[in-house]
């Protein structure tokens, strides 16, 4: 979640919004899944594809992450981003079915450094990828799951990164760590 809600607010500062808006994706991106408390474990940890039932588990954690931090006072723009991570830009995410601009800019923001996070980190269904894959896949989903904006700038940022840590003399250590990676 750290990882999550750094990149988040580092590509909502890149896109220009409010500081408020920073601060709103920072904090959703430490409380987004706090919801999954609400899930099984097993079904978490499960390695395999999940059943209906098992799938409505896991689509019900965006907002059980939202009622669980309704006691605490924060920003519509961090409730809404919490609430609807896993939309799709194309309408077909949930757990409402919005689409396009129709999701909030929080949300929409959260959604890629998300899933980049997931797709970079090992989890039980599924090994790590290596982060020029997980940028393939982004730009694949640009326009179906995920906001091609956002996206193209997440994917831009990522480059010029991975510039300056070469250009800074660091880049024998960044092809090291990717190889380990793979």
Partial sequence: SERVALRAAQLAESLGVSAD???AVYVAGLLHDVGKIAVDLS????????????FDQIRSHPLESARIVDPISLSQATVD????????F????YPNGLEGEGIPLTARILAVCDAFDAMTSPRAYAAAVPTLEALDRLNEGAGSQWDPLIVECFCRN???????????GRGDELLGRAQTAR
């Fill in 21 to 23: 808006e920073v601060e």
């Fill in 43 to 54: 079904v978490l940890e499960k390695p395999g594809a999940l059943d209906p039932h098992e």
């Fill in 81 to 88: 981003a919490i609430s609807f991570h896993h939309e799709r």
């Fill in 90 to 93: 194309d309408g077909a995410g």
């Fill in 158 to 168: 990522h480059e010029i990164h991975h510039a300056a840590v070469v250009a800074a």
